[in-house]
């Protein structure tokens, strides 16, 4: 009985290192260990049997069955290590990263195109002197048409120009309103710019509901025409550059009298005539005069006493003339394919 039991351990230790040399996954070193010292092992089912051992053999028989089990344990830890070792190995060299690719950059956004132009305008504005001033986007038909020598069968006021709230309130429908708001609650002399939004129901290629206009006021004593006409030079000269002309010619606005618009000679074909300045050679680039008497009158100021000029740019308009755009709609879509550019 002992001498089977003996060479049986011996025999399971020739089995078991046989296999454990030829294992090559954890999960294989996991399977020989349970074959051999698991609860149904050989190993542990041979040391069971001890138990009907006469007393004086059990101890050769327990210390070689022990001396197996913990080979068993040894080795297989061993190989366990080996095996994980190598297998976070080849994932290192698998998984290297490349420290010498250059990194991603992130897209950094950028003020956008209508509201660049708009703080051009206003500092252009500033340098020479003026002041900066915001009205309200909501007014009343005083503010933006009565006061502002509009009649009252004037077309400007149908529907079909004006977003109305109610029959008081409307969209203001340009910035000249700010005009108003300043003459009620200053004493001249002032020099204003007026920046805002502005409604009109109308829409297409230069068209927008919703657009940006810079108002501009001068009153005082003796303000004169050649005044804006020295102004509106010098600015136009700033903004599109030495090389541009401009030229003034007549029209009408129910709030200035005389009244003009200003035309700078073509930034894309220099005057010679092409399909953006129509073959004429020349753009117009906004409405300007002398303040109407009857809008001093409305403010309680004496026409006889002080006079003024006043004029309002539209801002898309110009950033598309500036940069030859020739769909307003670009500006509103922020397509960044097209605000990038800026
Ligand atoms: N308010 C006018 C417009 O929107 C522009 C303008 C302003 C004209 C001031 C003359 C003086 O068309």
Redesign the pocket.
């Known amino acids: 009985m002992k001498e089977d039991l003996l060479s049986e351990i011996d025999s399971l230790a020739n089995r078991f290192r046989q296999k454990v040399s030829a294992v090559s996954s954890e999960h294989e070193v996991l399977k020989v260990k349970s074959t051999y010292i698991g609860r149904e092992g050989h190993l542990t089912l041979l040391m069971k049997k001890m138990g009907s051992l006469p007393s004086e053999e059990r101890p050769v028989i327990g210390k070689n069955a022990n001396l197996l089990k913990n080979e068993i344990e040894k080795i297989c830890q061993e190989q366990l290590e080996k095996i994980r070792n190598l297998s976070s190995l080849s994932r290192l060299q698998q998984e290297r990263v490349d420290i010498t690719l250059s990194g991603r950059t992130t897209a950094c956004g950028s003020i956008h195109p209508i509201t660049q132009m708009m703080r051009n305008v206003l500092n252009i504005f500033s340098e020479m002197g003026f002041e900066v001033y915001e009205g309200p986007e909501i007014e009343t038909d005083f503010y933006n048409f009565e006061a502002l020598n509009f009649l009252k069968d004037h077309p400007a006021r149908d529907m079909q120009d004006t977003f109305y709230i109610d029959q008081h309130y409307v969209l203001r429908t340009?910035t000249?309103p700010i005009q108003i708001h300043v003459m009620k609650s200053r004493t001249p002399p002032f020099k204003v710019v007026g920046p805002g939004a502005a409604y009109r129901r109308d829409s297409d290629v230069s068209h927008t509901p919703m657009f940006h206009?810079v108002?501009g006021f001068m009153v005082g004593r003796q303000v004169r025409f050649s005044d804006l006409k020295g102004i509106l030079t010098e600015f136009s000269r700033r903004l599109f550059g030495d090389k541009i002309k401009t030229r003034f010619r007549p029209s009408f606005?129910p709030?200035?009298e005389p009244?003009a618009e200003i035309d700078i000679s073509c930034v894309i074909c220099r005057g010679r005539g092409c399909r953006v300045c129509k073959q004429s050679g020349w753009l117009e680039v906004l409405?300007?005069?002398m303040i109407h008497p009857a809008v001093l009158e409305r403010v309680d100021y004496d026409p006889k006493d002080v006079s003024g000029f006043?004029?309002?740019m539209g801002i898309e308009r110009i950033a598309m003339l500036k940069y030859g755009i020739s769909d307003i709609r670009l500006f509103f879509e922020n397509d960044v394919r097209f605000l990038s550019q800026f």
């Open positions: 340009h000249s206009q108002e606005f709030f200035t009244s409405g300007c005069g006043a004029f309002g």
